[in-house]
C-alpha cells in the first residue's frame, strides 16, 4: 500500500475522512492524541471521530477556547498530558479546531520529542482558508501575536465545511476577512463575489474554501519561509494584528476576533496603498464601503492610536527595526516592504473613523 500522505495536502469532505484513514491504516502511529478546546469538543469532537475507524483507541486533550490561551503555558499543560499517558515519537496528534487550535497544536507537535506527525482538521472558516495550510505554527507571547512558533507542514489538512453549521455568525464574518483579502491579493473577480454576501449562500461556501485555499497554496508554495511574495498574504495585518494585540489586553475594550481586527487593517491598508501607491480612489470607497456594511466600525481614541502604533514595531515582517507594509496598487497587484510614516497611518485612521 502506497503511503497516503502527501505532506501539507488538503482535502475536502467525503474524501478527506477516507485519506486519514487510509494514513492511519499505512503509518500505524503508536498512540493517537485529538487536541480539541472546549467548543468543538462540545460540538465537532464526536461528527469527527464517528468518521474515523480506529477512534475508539484516541485519547482526546481538550484546552480552553479562546485567543487569550494561545500561550506557552497552554502548550505546557499539553505536553504534560502527551508525557503522562505515554507519547512516542511515533505517535499522532490530530488538531480538531479553530486557528488557536490548529496553531498551537502543531506547535506543540513540532516540539515534542523533537517532533511528532500532526495533522489539521480546521472548524472553523478562518482556519479553513488561512490558519491550517502554509505550516506554520505557534503561540502568542503575552499579548504579541504568533512571536513564538516554526514553520512546519502537517501530514495533511482535512476540510469538511459541515463543522461551519456550529459555527456562531461573528466567527463566519472573521473568516470572511481572510477570504476578502485573498480576493484584494490577488483575483478581482473572486473580491467581487465575495464582498457580495447578498448573492451568496452556504451552497456556495466549499466553492470558495476551494479558491481560497489555492490561493494561499500558490503563494506559500512558492515561498514557504516568507522571504518575498508570502509576505502578500498578510495585507491589512501589520495594523491589524497591533489593534487586535490592543484589544486582546485592553479589559475595558470589546473583544475583538481576528478577522474583524484583519477587516479594520485592510480598510487603513488601502487608505495607505491610496496615498503611497495611487490605488484607484472609486475601488477604495467601494472596499471601504463594503467592509463598514459587512464588520461595523472600531472606535477608537488618540490613545489607543499611539498604542496601537507602538505595537507594530513587534510584527514579524519588520527588519532593521524598520515596520514593512504590504500595499496595493491596484485589487490583484501587491507591493512589499514598503515603508509607511506616522502621519500618513494617523491619516488612515482618520479615514476609517469619517461618519
Not at 499522532?92 to 506543540?108: H, Y
Not at 456594511?293 to 490613545?303: A, C, L, S, T
Not at 507594509?325 to 500618513?344: S, T
Request: hydrophobic share 40%; aromatic share 8%.
Amino acid at each position: 500500500m502506497a503511503n497516503p500522505a502527501k505532506n501539507g495536502e488538503v482535502y475536502y469532505s467525503n474524501e478527506a475522512y477516507h485519506k486519514v484513514n487510509s494514513y492511519l491504516s499505512y503509518n500505524k502511529p503508536s498512540k493517537v492524541f485529538v487536541l480539541v478546546d472546549s467548543n468543538t469538543h462540545e460540538n465537532c469532537a464526536a461528527r469527527f471521530l464517528s468518521r474515523i475507524g480506529q477512534a475508539s483507541d484516541f485519547e482526546i486533550i481538550e484546552i480552553p477556547a479562546g485567543e487569550e490561551h494561545k500561550n506557552l503555558e497552554t502548550c505546557e499543560g499539553v505536553w504534560n498530558v502527551l508525557s503522562e499517558l505515554g507519547a512516542d515519537r511515533k505517535s499522532l496528534l490530530i488538531n480538531v479546531g479553530g486557528g488557536v487550535v490548529t496553531d498551537l497544536g502543531g506547535f506543540v507537535a513540532c516540539t515534542f520529542k523533537r517532533g511528532i506527525a500532526y495533522i489539521n482538521v480546521p472548524t472553523t472558516l478562518l482556519s479553513m482558508v488561512d490558519a491550517s495550510v502554509g505550516g506554520k505554527t505557534g503561540v502568542d507571547l503575552g499579548n504579541l501575536k504568533n512571536q513564538i512558533g516554526v514553520i512546519s507542514n502537517p501530514e495533511m489538512v482535512l476540510i469538511d465545511s459541515s463543522y461551519l453549521e456550529t459555527l456562531p455568525k461573528n466567527e463566519m464574518r472573521s473568516g470572511l476577512a481572510e477570504v476578502l483579502k485573498h480576493g484584494l491579493i490577488k483575483d478581482e473577480a473572486y473580491w467581487e463575489k465575495v464582498s457580495d454576501l447578498a448573492t451568496l449562500d452556504l451552497s456556495d461556501l466549499d466553492e470558495i474554501i476551494k479558491r481560497s485555499v489555492e490561493i494561499k497554496s500558490e503563494v506559500v508554495t512558492k515561498d514557504p519561509y516568507e522571504k518575498n511574495i508570502r509576505k502578500t498574504l498578510n495585507y491589512g495585518h501589520t495594523l491589524g494584528h497591533a489593534i487586535e494585540s490592543f484589544f486582546l489586553t485592553h479589559s475595558s475594550k470589546p473583544k475583538l476576533l481576528h478577522g474583524e481586527a484583519v477587516a479594520a487593517g485592510m480598510v487603513l491598508a488601502t487608505f495607505i496603498s491610496q496615498k503611497l501607491k495611487d490605488f484607484p480612489v472609486e475601488k477604495l470607497n467601494r472596499i471601504s464601503s463594503k467592509i463598514f456594511d459587512i464588520y461595523g466600525k472600531i472606535e477608537f481614541d488618540k490613545n489607543d492610536l499611539e498604542k496601537i502604533i507602538d505595537l507594530m514595531k513587534f510584527d514579524k515582517k519588520n527588519e532593521h527595526g524598520k515596520i514593512n507594509f504590504v500595499l496595493l496598487k491596484d485589487i490583484g497587484e501587491p507591493e512589499i516592504d514598503c515603508l509607511v510614516p506616522n502621519e500618513i497611518i494617523y491619516e488612515a485612521f482618520e479615514f476609517y473613523q469619517r461618519p
